[in-house]
């Protein structure tokens, strides 16, 4: 379970627009997971959404392996106040149910945000609104990826064959190894 920790803890600049969203927004709780503590679990409704400030984390999928498998593991991301990610942001764009499991891979700092704080970070801090963008890009980029390699894996391989009159198309016995569907013409079975 998850603990509180108080901002003070952090090293954050004063100035920087993190700090700034954080004193605009004083009702957010900061939580701290431990190693291998669920942030979110794929298929739960939750609408929260985590800004993780310090920390690793990886990202699993249960239906990518078969049952009783350990889940695959999709990505593994390591944030610094630098550098921090969003948690939680797709359930909430997309109205749906959490798309996979994050689990924390070390002691991670996280603040949880509710759907208006994601409201607030959209509309006037820009740096942030530019990490949700940056995290869309790549989810979009993966998914175009894995999209074409499966379509590549899965596609036929189709092209048009012409036959003369009296070519041989397939011989008995033979493995089949081509599926020809025949458009204009006809076949005639001839057995040997």
């Known amino acids: ?20 969203f954080f004193k605009q927004c004083p009702d957010i709780i900061f939580v701290r997971f431990y190693d291998g503590e669920v942030i979110v679990q794929e298929g739960d409704a939750g609408n929260d959404i985590y800004l993780i400030l310090m920390g690793s984390y990886v990202v699993e999928k249960s239906h990518e392996n078969p049952a009783g498998t350990k889940p695959a593991i999709l990505a593994t991301v390591t944030s610094d106040l630098g550098n921090p990610s969003f948690v939680g942001e797709m359930a909430y764009f997309g109205a ?64 048009q064959v012409f036959k003369n009159a009296g070519e041989i198309v397939v011989k008995k016995g033979e493995k089949a190894e081509v599926l020809y569907p025949l458009v204009l013409g006809k076949l005639k079975n001839e057995e040997t």
């Open 1 to 20: 379970m998850p603990e509180t920790y108080k901002l003070a803890e952090l090293d954050l600049a004063r100035r920087s627009e993190i700090h700034r």
């Open 96 to 159: 749906c149910l959490r798309t996979a499991t994050v689990r924390s891979s070390m002691c991670t700092h996280a603040c949880r945000l509710k759907p208006w704080h994601l409201d607030v970070i959209l509309d006037h801090f820009p740096v942030l609104t530019r990490v949700i963008c940056r995290q869309f890009t790549d989810r979009l980029k993966n998914t175009s990826e894995q999209l074409r390699i499966y379509q590549e894996q899965r596609s036929m391989k189709a092209e």
